[in-house]
């Protein structure tokens, strides 16, 4: 990213702040939960999702389990599919859980997803489960893995369906993705936006073209999502020697209640702008935190005086 110049020299720098949010303490922790007596769900849906492995030593068939998940949630600017778990009998009687999980990174940065996960068992906090999160390149894939054991194995199939992968805390917006057959993920996917307009100040042109909406994971922000909009910014002939700075906080937009929300720093466009210059940065998005589920007319204003001048508007919808 550019460093942007003020008429006296300056330069003016920013830090974006990530999102990862450690557990908090209020969380009921336990250690590696073990398999209760209750019966599994029907066996009609179990052996549909469910195959049992060969020659694996341990409790009393000496077999594995392997059940195929094939579900997906979204967290961070990832989807993530829980591919497939996979139980193992161990000699003591206990089992070991393995779940296999991709990671598919939707933004253009290398990302690794925070901290911020963990494994239920039941309604509990397996405080025993291991979490293997890959660093994901920008627009890539790569697999992880969810670890974890049980001292007490009774029931392979029923153990599966008391477990759940968990991104996020309770407070915030979270998502769940079960591995029991029949429940579904709880989440919000990440929408595109097909929204083209443009805005122009003076020398500046401002043209927007698509974006996203996607819950906002940041801490105390439950209820929020992040308004995303990709900016591509034009220069005229007209402008000055040292070009004109082009900044995030230019920028706002009033929700349909009628709120002005301006601009945040987690889109952190920071440009200077030259005569006859196009700057085209896949990473130059506007961050707007608004209130879902953010479905509505938009009321975008880009203002580089700060009042001092007649300020572009231009309105978008999202359905």
């Not at 500046?204 to 801490?219: E, F, H, M, N, V």
């Amino acid at each position: 990213m550019r460093s942007s110049v003020f008429p006296s020299g300056k330069r003016r720098y920013f830090t974006t702040i990530g999102a990862a949010v450690l557990i908090g303490s209020s969380a009921v922790l336990m250690t590696a939960c073990n398999d209760k007596d209750t019966k599994a769900g029907p066996a009609a849906t179990a052996a549909a999702e469910s195959t049992v492995g060969q020659g694996q030593p341990g409790a009393d068939n000496g077999r594995s389990t392997i059940r195929t998940i094939g579900k997906t949630g979204w967290y961070e600017g990832f989807d993530i599919t829980v591919d497939k778990a996979t139980v193992v009998p161990d000699e003591f009687g206990g089992a070991k859980v393995l779940i296999d999980i991709t990671y598919k990174n939707t933004t253009p940065d290398n990302k690794t997803i925070s901290n911020n996960t963990y494994l239920q068992v039941d309604k509990e906090i397996d405080a025993g489960a291991s979490f293997d999160s890959p660093t994901v390149p920008g627009k890539g894939s790569a697999t992880g893995k969810v670890t974890t054991s049980v001292k007490t194995l009774h029931d392979a199939e029923h153990l599966l369906d008391t477990m759940t992968v968990v991104y996020g805390q309770a407070s915030d917006n979270q998502t769940k993705i079960p591995l029991k057959a029949s429940a579904q993920v709880e989440g919000v996917a990440p929408k595109t936006l097909n929204v083209n307009v443009q805005l122009v100040q003076d020398q500046t042109t401002i043209d927007i073209s698509g974006g996203t909406l996607a819950p906002s994971y940041t801490k105390n922000e439950r209820g929020k999502m992040d308004l995303s909009l990709h900016v591509k910014i034009i220069g005229g002939p007209g402008i000055s020697d040292g070009g004109l700075n082009v900044f995030y906080d230019y920028f706002t937009v009033k929700t349909p209640n009628g709120q002005t929300v301006p601009a945040d720093i987690r889109g952190p466009i920071n440009e200077l702008l030259n005569r006859n210059e196009t700057i085209d940065n896949a990473k130059n998005y506007v961050v707007f935190v608004v209130p879902a589920p953010a479905t509505g007319t938009y009321e975008l204003t880009y203002d580089a005086k700060k009042g001092a001048g007649p300020a572009p508007t231009i309105q978008f919808a999202i359905s």
